[in-house]
């Protein structure tokens, strides 16, 4: 019997746009794994996206910055589908044994990033109000009708190479949509995507999601490595 959730991962090529061998081997080794087990605990059906359907439709990676942005992007290829819930989990996300379900998904939900250099670019191109808001885009949850309606919005833009202002990443991609969608939008808690290695990050006891987030992120999982620190017990020592 098929799940109302959809669980999606991309693991492609070298498989993340930030990291080398070691980041690489602790997100195959560890990270996707957890995300597996957390959907065979709660019987949320799980997909992870090895083949790059971007470069078969299109050949050259000339949409975003460098040609491994383009593989986080390859997640709109697989929100058109038959299920309720789309869940979209970035490679370098650790979720703890413990974690909760998930929560009822209602339009789309995303955490929001600690406020650093990526948001301040977002509201000067966009003139936005200091108190605007920038989410990251590494945890997304989203009803059947708006993955549906987001799929086709970041599709429409690529056939057309209608690129993101500022930065040129799939997370100001995500944010521009919101912006113009923001009646469908609903701002999940830290706890499904903790990033406390971002700058300005509020620290939380009990998070779901651990998400590795960016340069800063990847070097740390490759520091732990070097100083032959177990990552697991870095992660559930975090969590106490």
Same mark, same amino acid.
């Given at each position: 019997m098929q799940s109302k959730h959809i669980v999606i991962q991309v693991d492609i090529g070298e498989g993340? @746009?930030?990291?080398?061998? @070691?980041? =690489?081997?602790?997100? /195959?080794?560890? $990270?996707?794994?957890? &995300? /597996? @087990? +957390?959907?065979? *605990?709660?019987? #949320? %059906? #799980? !997909? !992870? &996206?090895?083949e790059s359907l971007y470069e078969k439709k299109y050949s050259k990676f000339d949409f975003l910055e460098t040609k491994? *942005?383009?593989?986080?992007?390859? /997640? +709109? $290829?697989? $929100? =058109?589908? %038959? +299920? %309720? #819930?789309t869940i979209y989990i970035d490679n370098d996300v650790y979720i703890y044994p413990d974690a909760q379900k998930l929560p009822d998904i209602n339009g789309l939900m995303n955490v929001r990033e600690p406020e650093g250099n990526s948001s301040k670019i977002f509201r000067e191109v966009n003139n936005l109000s200091n108190d605007s808001q920038y989410f990251n885009s590494g945890v997304t949850f989203c009803d059947n009708n708006t993955a549906n309606i987001l799929s086709n919005y970041m599709l429409n833009r690529l056939k057309n190479k209608i690129r993101s202002k500022g930065k040129n990443s799939d997370n100001m991609l995500l944010n521009e949509f919101i912006i113009e969608n923001i009646n469908i939008f609903k701002e999940l808690g830290a706890e499904w995507n903790y990033m406390p290695f971002l700058k300005n990050s509020q620290k939380i006891s009990n998070p779901n999601f651990f998400h590795f987030v960016g340069i800063a992120g990847k070097q740390i999982i490759n520091k732990l490595q070097e100083n032959k620190i177990n990552i697991l017990d870095f992660l559930h020592q975090i969590k106490k």
């Open positions: 993340t @746009q930030w990291g080398n061998n @070691q980041t =690489i081997n602790a997100i /195959r080794e560890i $990270f996707i794994p957890s &995300v /597996r @087990q +957390y959907c065979a *605990k709660f019987n #949320y %059906d #799980y !997909l !992870l &996206v090895t491994n *942005k383009h593989f986080s992007f390859e /997640r +709109y $290829f697989h $929100f =058109i589908n %038959d +299920y %309720d #819930y």
